[in-house]
């Protein structure tokens, strides 16, 4: 069995985040076998909730984070200072509101925030068990995710929503616990990571392990961390959330704080100082090993692949209501992976739709203010809170 250890012994942004939100010890009785083969147990998972559970427990919703995200969906970021990361649909008045439903959100199993990952000691020697600790998927993070609803005895939930990687655990919740979710809604997501998407994380991964600092993943034991290499991975993975036209709207080539090119290698563009700002601020949240871990969990995420390569075999049988959005403009995750999803729902006879929203602003366009997309899931949701007899807030 894989003891992840004591849980004392965090990082400031760790404990920042564990002060100002709910966490759970799961697995102590019976360890989770993850897909690598590994039993892990006991494990924490780190969450926030919002609003308050009905009597009949019919009005949970879980949200699930993509690659950088975290539990502080519907609030202020402990270590950041942000507003979260979804605070245009989570809150009073608002599409989630936490009047109507019970929110959940998780920091993912193999996250940096509070949440089990590498950042755990192993107890044969209390050091943090770095490039250790097993490789994790979408699945065992779906499989904790669950264990947690266990615990806080909630049978089923109302919806399952999010977008990116969070729209990866959203089809892995509605194929492998289709009992329990009455609603599903993967945003600008995909049923498996393409050979494009793989290959962008590989220059990220590349770019960490290349950094001298790394220390082969040992860094906290040096006391150091390879900003640097975390640092451009965030910079090569931020181009690949915006579009063509987003940038070129945002930025075009004009000119950071300088009247002429400065013939050197400064930042002489203000896209080059955008990027090299979203780097500078990442490391400060974020863990390189973790972006390892989690990366690898979406290149791992093929949901065909354990039904025979049939994606609609995955949803067999299934009562779920679906809906799926993608944005015209999204390069990183196409309208054409949807759609996919889509037809295999349909092989399936279970219950869909499905809304490409026109959009320039790349694949962050379901993180920003996208009115259709408001309308969509609001309308959506409102079919399915009448389906399930859930009152409107007051």
């Known amino acids: 069995m894989l003891e992840p250890g004591v849980f004392d012994d965090l990082t400031d942004a760790e404990s920042k985040a564990l ?30 909730t919002y609003g308050t559970l009905n009597a009949d427990k019919s009005n ?8 950088t995200g975290d539990q502080f969906v519907g609030d202020s970021n402990p270590v950041t200072g942000k507003d979260g990361w979804w605070d245009s649909i989570v809150g009073a008045g608002k599409i989630l509101d936490p009047a109507r439903y019970f929110i959940i959100c998780t920091n993912v199993l193999g996250g940096c925030l509070g949440s089990t990952g590498p950042l755990a000691h192993d107890p044969a020697n209390k050091q943090s068990w770095n490039l250790r600790f097993p490789v994790v998927t979408i699945a065992d993070m779906v499989r904790a995710q669950a264990a947690l609803l266990d615990h806080l005895q909630i049978p089923d939930l109302f919806c399952v929503i999010g977008g990116s990687m969070g729209g990866m655990q959203v089809l892995e919740w509605a194929a492998s616990f289709p009992k329990r979710v009455f609603a ?29 600092e790394w220390k082969g993943g040992d860094y906290r034991l040096h006391d150091t961390a390879p900003e640097r290499g975390l640092a451009v991975a965030r910079m090569t993975a931020h181009i690949t959330y915006l579009s063509e036209q987003a940038l070129q709207r945002k930025f075009g ?22 990027l090299r700002h979203q780097g500078s601020t990442f490391v400060d949240r974020f863990d390189a090993n973790s972006y390892l871990y989690i990366t690898r969990a979406m290149d791992y995420f093929d949901l065909a692949a354990a039904h025979d390569g049939v994606l609609a075999k995955a949803f ?20 054409r992976e949807s759609r996919a999803v889509v037809h295999a729902l349909n092989a399936a006879a279970a219950n869909v739709s499905f809304v490409e929203v026109e959009s320039d602003k790349g694949h962050d366009a379901f993180l920003l203010d996208e009115p259709e997309m408001f309308r969509t899931l609001s309308g959506f949701l409102q079919g399915a809170a009448t389906a399930r007899g859930l009152r409107s807030p007051r």
């Open 316 to 335: 067999k049988g299934s009562a779920t209501r679906f809906c799926l959005m993608s944005f015209t403009s999204d390069w990183l995750f196409p309208t």
């Open 184 to 212: 599903a809604v993967p945003i600008a997501t995909a049923a498996r990571h393409s050979a494009q998407n793989i290959a962008f994380h590989e220059v990220g991964r590349q770019a960490i392990m290349a950094d001298p």
């Open 19 to 48: 002060a100002q939100c709910r966490h759970a010890v799961l697995g102590t009785e019976r360890p989770m076998r993850l897909d690598c083969g590994v039993e892990l147990g006991p494990f924490r998972i780190a969450y926030q």
């Open 253 to 274: 080539r004009a000119l950071q704080n300088r009247d002429a090119l400065g013939f050197g290698f400064d930042a002489d563009f203000q896209v080059e100082s955008y």
């Open 60 to 67: 949970a919703v879980l949200i699930c984070h993509a690659l």
